[in-house]
T-cell receptor, first 123, second 112 residues
Framework: EAGVAQSPRYKIIEKRQSVAFWCNPI?????LYWYQQILGQGPKLLIQ????????DSQLPKDRFSAERLKGVDSTLKIQPAKLEDSAVYLC?????????????????????FGPGTRLTVL | EDKVVQSPLSLVVHEGDTVTLNCSYE??????LLWYKQEKKAPTFLFML????IEKKSGRLSSILDKKELFSILNITATQTGDSAVYLC????????????FGKGTKLTVNP
């Protein structure tokens, strides 16, 4: 089974430039996550998609970060404009499916599997 | 606010040693606790624990959960240089998002 794919693996940009990251989850995984991991810290969730809908973007800095998953499969995360403090590894993860309570999506199910990440350096 | 605290933050041992990594948590509506190993960039899944007192084992790695005292330990016996990595502990938060809250990790270095 192919894992979560991400590109690029490394990116170096100057502050105020724009950058985009791509993620293709494991086939059949409905839930997709973007995490930001700053050096010395654990990953922090930026946004979670269930199919092509946003479930949680409470920690996404919406003034500069955006993400989409238009067809419910692969996803892009964009930063515009970048700041020095955005230097981090951006991890994409996916998990199998959601579960429903009385017909309403109540959460994701299953272990999250991570891609190799993109290391962003903002100069 | 949900919180995960890991200790120690860093550990250096020699090959063959046994290590114990600690993870304590505070979370509303606890459902599970996960351990990941992060070598270069991608965290790789090790264990998911949901019940107290039941040991999960995979080769030289084992883990156990104590829901009363709100902690978990990850044991690695007969360590090898390939065990050198950051070990992350995470819990899903309450609500529908299932987002994981991670600890800062324990950086394990195994010297030959």
């Amino acid at each position: 089974e192919a894992g979560v794919a991400q590109s690029p693996r490394y990116k170096i940009i100057e502050k105020r430039q724009s950058v985009a990251f791509w993620c293709n989850p494991i086939s059949g995984h409905a839930t997709l996550y973007w995490y930001q991991q700053i050096l010395g810290q654990g990953p922090k969730l930026l946004i979670q998609f269930q199919n092509n809908g946003v479930v949680d973007d409470s920690q996404l800095p919406k003034d500069r970060f955006s993400a989409e998953r238009l067809k419910g499969v692969d996803s892009t995360l964009k930063i515009q404009p970048a700041k020095l403090e955005d230097s981090a590894v951006y991890l994409c993860a996916s998990s199998l499916d959601g579960f429903y309570v009385r017909g309403v999506l109540a959460g994701a199910r299953g272990t999250q599997y991570f891609g190799p990440g993109t290391r962003l350096t903002v100069l | 606010e949900d919180k995960v605290v890991q200790s120690p933050l860093s550990l250096v041992v020699h090959e063959g040693d046994t290590v114990t990594l600690n993870c304590s948590y505070e979370v509303t509506n606890f459902r599970s606790l996960l351990w990941y190993k992060q070598e270069k960039k991608a965290p790789t899944f090790l264990f998911m624990l949901t019940s107290s007192g039941i040991e999960k084992k995979s080769g030289r790695l084992s883990s156990i959960l104590d829901k009363k005292e709100l902690f978990s330990i990850l044991n690695i016996t007969a360590t090898q240089t390939g065990d050198s990595a950051v070990y992350l502990c995470a819990v899903p938060t309450q609500g529908g998002s299932e987002k994981l809250v991670f600890g800062k990790g324990t950086k394990l270095t195994v010297n030959p």
